[in-house]
């Protein structure tokens, strides 16, 4: 069940942030949806691993490396999801950060509701 409000959090969150930046480009809300879901899935695959890789880096730059590997989840998203670009590597970590910020309160907020 979290991974399901996870998935809706994180497409809500894709759809909302594609309606505050121009540099985030969304298809349709079923588009935001499928990367929402992708999103999901790299989040829950790749990027523990990552954050495993790139750990001495992310201690190095005192937790601001993390930044690059949640924008780099985003991209990988967006890279595979025909309808959903995100262009620019600034705009990119803008997209994450509050993708993540929206996303988590939102899967709060439901997991809270589906109580």
């Known amino acids: 069940m979290a991974l399901v409000l996870t ?3 994180n497409s809500l969150a894709i759809y909302a942030v ?15 949806f499928v990367a929402g879901g ?3 899935l790299i ?5 523990p ?16 490396f ?18 959903f670009m995100v262009t620019g590597v600034l705009s990119t970590i803008l997209a994450a950060i509050l993708v993540s910020i929206i ?4 899967t709060t907020a439901l997991s809270k509701a589906s109580k």
């Open 103 to 106: 996303s988590a309160v939102l």
């Open 66 to 83: 993390y930044f690059l590997v949640t924008a780099f989840c985003l991209w990988l998203a967006s890279y595979l999801v025909p309808g």
């Open 38 to 40: 992708v999103l999901t």
């Open 7 to 9: 998935w809706i959090g």
């Open 43 to 47: 989040n829950a695959v790749v990027k």
């Open 18 to 32: 594609a309606y505050l930046m121009r540099s985030v480009e969304v298809a349709s809300l079923l588009t935001a």
């Open 49 to 64: 691993i990552l954050v495993i890789l790139t750990f001495p880096l992310t201690i190095l730059t005192l937790g601001l």
